[in-house]
């Protein structure tokens, strides 16, 4: 069974600061993964998808990065931290190209405040 | 682009019906889905529809689709305590890489 894998659970970092949320998927290959971000009071906005290794689609302009790596490894970075970053960040995957785009399948997200 | 609303808030007494409400735009919308995110944890996934159908019922949970008013409602009968969270609307396209997801609606059980 696929599982995935999302860390840290919680992170605090000083505005300024640089930023590595990491994700990993298990028990699938060459899935589609995503990055989302929930910002309290609000829904879920996407930030980055990626449909393989070194491939990423960025949908709002901001002050985040990822990077693909590996075909289950996706990162969310930045290089200075701002306030305005903080929320609640979910990473996600479904079944790559050739699939039926439905069922995103999340991890447990990480919730960044950033001070 | 694709919007999907949702009313942010909704109470409701243990045992009755809770009936959460989503309003869509995109009209080549092909998947429904209905999340659930309990407080600190992650969107998991409680049903779906295809654009085609026009019902699903899974145990407690009742989807209604309204294609021609882009309009899906998730019905859960006898809430329970359990039931607290926020429910998120959510809408794919096939082929698309992506679900656009509505604000989410925070059920709040009264006891």
């Known amino acids: 069974s696929q599982t995935i894998h999302q860390w840290p659970a919680t992170l605090v970092q000083p505005v300024g600061s640089p930023l590595s949320l990491e994700c990993t998927v298990e028990?699938?290959?060459?899935?589609?993964l995503y990055w989302y971000r929930q910002a309290a009071g609000r829904g879920l906005q996407l930030l980055f998808y990626?449909?393989?290794?070194g491939q990423i689609s960025s949908e709002v302009p901001q002050n985040l990065s990822a990077s693909r790596p590996q075909d289950r490894q996706f990162i969310l970075s930045s290089k200075k931290l701002l306030l305005s970053d903080s929320g609640f960040y979910l990473c996600?995957?479904?079944w790559g190209s050739g699939s039926t785009n439905e069922k995103l399948f999340f991890g447990s997200g990480t919730q960044l405040s950033v001070l | 682009g694709e919007d999907v609303e949702q009313s942010l808030f909704l109470s409701v007494r243990e045992g009755d019906s809770s009936v959460i409400n989503c309003t869509y735009t995109?009209?080549?919308?092909?998947?429904l889905y209905w999340y659930k995110q309990e407080p600190g944890a992650g969107l998991q996934l409680l049903t779906y529809?295809?654009?085609?159908?026009d019902m699903k019922q899974d145990q407690r949970l009742t989807v209604l689709l309204n294609k021609k008013d882009k309009h899906l409602s998730l019905r859960i009968a006898d809430t329970q305590t359990g039931d607290s969270a926020i429910y998120f609307c959510?809408?794919?396209?096939?082929?698309?890489?992506?679900?656009?997801f509505g604000t989410g609606t925070r059920l709040t059980i009264i006891p």
């Open positions: 028990g699938t290959s060459n899935p589609n």
């Open positions: 529809i295809f654009s085609n159908m």
């Open positions: 990626s449909v393989g290794i």
């Open positions: 995109d009209s080549s919308s092909t998947y």
């Open positions: 959510a809408e794919g396209e096939r082929g698309a890489n992506n679900l656009f």
């Open positions: 996600a995957w479904n």
